[in-house]
């Protein structure tokens, strides 16, 4: 069991420091093209993680597939267009995430293939590297679609909160708006009270698109 737990925080640990760098970078990246340099100034259109991460969105995703990185600074005054530059950079975050997703769903497919057809045995270095790089596939598409999907509840601070905001009608913006106070405590009750009331709440919105990945894309029964 240690070394099961030893292998899987191995292979958890890359997955989460590419997921959550490429998810802040590509917010960044995205909001310097939209006209806001403000990222780019303080050094965070960078692939370096140590810049992006936060220390308990770090250690939460070490245990659960969900958990968040610091926020990248935008400052919309500078967008060329403020509704569009705030819809487009903050959805990059979970965009990027999905395409993660999918090209570690692609490169799970490649390993199923050669784990099927190599004719390695279970004592050949090659095939523990094989296992290895497959559970580390397998990681990333959870771990990637968790972070995506957790970011798009609409519920402040995630992204999903500014992505309804700026989709809204602008009449109902500032209604919704003024129900940013309450989102903290509803991304508690969601993470915390789901466990209390025995209903996984995150996994529910999690595992139908991993499965579809799985399924669909690296070709797993």
Excluded at 5 to 30: K, N, S
Aim: with cysteine; aromatic share 8%.
């Amino acid at each position: 069991m240690l070394d099961l737990d030893f292998i899987q925080l191995a292979t958890r640990i890359p997955v989460i420091l590419l997921a959550l760098t490429v998810h802040e970078c590509a917010h960044g990246y995205f909001a310097y093209r939209m006209g806001d340099p403000t990222a780019y100034r303080q050094g965070r259109l960078t692939l370096n993680p140590l810049p992006h991460l936060d220390l308990l969105g770090t250690i939460c995703l070490l245990i659960a597939p969900i958990g968040w990185a610091k926020p990248v600074p935008i400052n919309p005054l500078n967008f060329h267009d403020r509704r569009k530059g705030i819809l487009v950079s903050t959805a990059a975050g979970p965009a990027s995430n999905l395409v993660q997703a999918f090209l570690f769903a692609l490169l799970l497919r490649g390993l199923i293939f050669l784990s099927e057809n190599a004719g390695l045995t279970d004592g050949h270095a090659a095939a523990g590297l094989l296992k290895a790089a497959t559970l580390m596939a397998v990681m990333a598409v959870l771990i990637n679609v968790g972070l995506a999907v957790f970011n798009l509840l609409p519920l402040f601070p995630l992204d999903g909160f500014h992505i309804t905001l700026q989709l809204l009608p602008a009449d109902k913006q500032q209604r919704f708006a003024e129900m940013a106070p309450v989102g903290p405590f509803a991304i508690l009750a969601v993470v915390f009270g789901s466990s209390l009331l025995g209903i996984d709440l995150i996994g529910r919105l999690i595992f139908p698109p991993v499965n579809f990945l799985l399924h669909h894309v690296a070709g797993l029964g």
